[in-house]
């Protein structure tokens, strides 16, 4: 007898996952070097050595409590000064370990600020396509998501009708730039514009809309393109970041929320944000891995292996006649589905043992996601499926 709302996630459980499940199936019966699985977003690129250095440092040489017993709800202080030091010498910033709450993920931080941030019926907005997640985060606060209708002809949010939909409800507008699953970097003049018009809604309304910008990816931009950190735009930003990507630590589950003491209700935020973390049954994010990526600000993937993969899926897609824009960062293509049912197309993709998700789980019907953080031989070996799809779909 599971809860009605439980009931409604079982039954809405993620496709990515599914795929992910589907992909593992397939490996048993075809051997997982005949199955090309590009459902899920988990990092083929090996850590930093610098993450490995810092394990064995920390292992071999911290003492028990200072390595893995509790701290305050907000994290080692410590890390989260250097964290802060980090972000104010890469984007020139002012921020101080206040600033910031070490959280299990970004997913565990959004978790954390929706809590703090939500009452029932409370509004969200976010742009299609997007992380389909964000259902879940918002919902399990009795939050209401708004979906505004992705712009399909270059993937930056449909402004005009973000403007139309923000209401006296709107609490937060969540942000994901790098996009998943786009690939699509948020410019600097959309910023502009976007924190523009919600300075002239919280004007008209008489309240607070909070950006909330989930940064997972902001470390894998390519071509040299620059991603605007959302706190100098606009004063009420909510920052969650991950180090999943950029140290290829998925698993470790270890991030943290940079909350802007610009934002309102500064104070009230920050100690309501450090309950949420702990009634919410994270108490603390894992404490081995605070220390580590202290150790590891400066590290970086080898980004070069996510453009190699980029330019080979891109280029030979598009000489197949796929249509996909070029993703400017994280390490996903949205390619437009050759028939208009794209869960019909990833039904015929499965059959050529090819994994990808359909475009209805981001929100945005008739694309298809593809995740190349894979091997590159995984791709070229998928290639030649790739084309027989789309030559068999021409006949």
Known sequence: MISKKMQEQVQNSSVIRAMFEEGKRLA????????????????????????????MEIVNDGEAAGVHGYMNNSGYEDVRAAIAKSINDKFDTTFTHNNIIMTVGAAGGLNVIFKTLLNPEDQVITFAPFFGEYR?????????????????????????????????????????????????????ETILKLSGILKEKQKEFGTDIYIVSDEPYRELAYDNIEVPYLSKYYENTIIGYSFSKSLSLPGERIGYLVISDQAADFENIISAANIANRILGFVNAPSLFQRVIAKCLDAKVDLEIYNRNRELFYNALLSYGYECIKPEGAFYMFVKSPIENEAEFCRMANKKNILIVPGSAFGCPGYVRIAYCVAYKTIEKSLPGFKALIEELKK
Not at 172 to 186: E, F, H, L, Q, R
């Open 136 to 188: 879940s985060y918002v919902k399990n606060y009795e939050g209401e998501l708004v979906i505004i209708s992705p712009n399909t002809i270059d993937f930056q949010p449909n402004l005009d009708e973000f403007k139309e939909k923000i209401t006296p409800k709107t609490k937060a507008v969540i942000i994901n730039s790098p996009n998943n699953p786009t690939g699509v970097i948020y410019s600097e």
């Open 28 to 55: 048993g019966i075809h051997g997982a070097e005949n199955v090309f699985d590009f459902s899920l977003g988990n990092p083929n690129v090996k850590p930093p050595e610098d993450v490995k250095k810092a394990i």
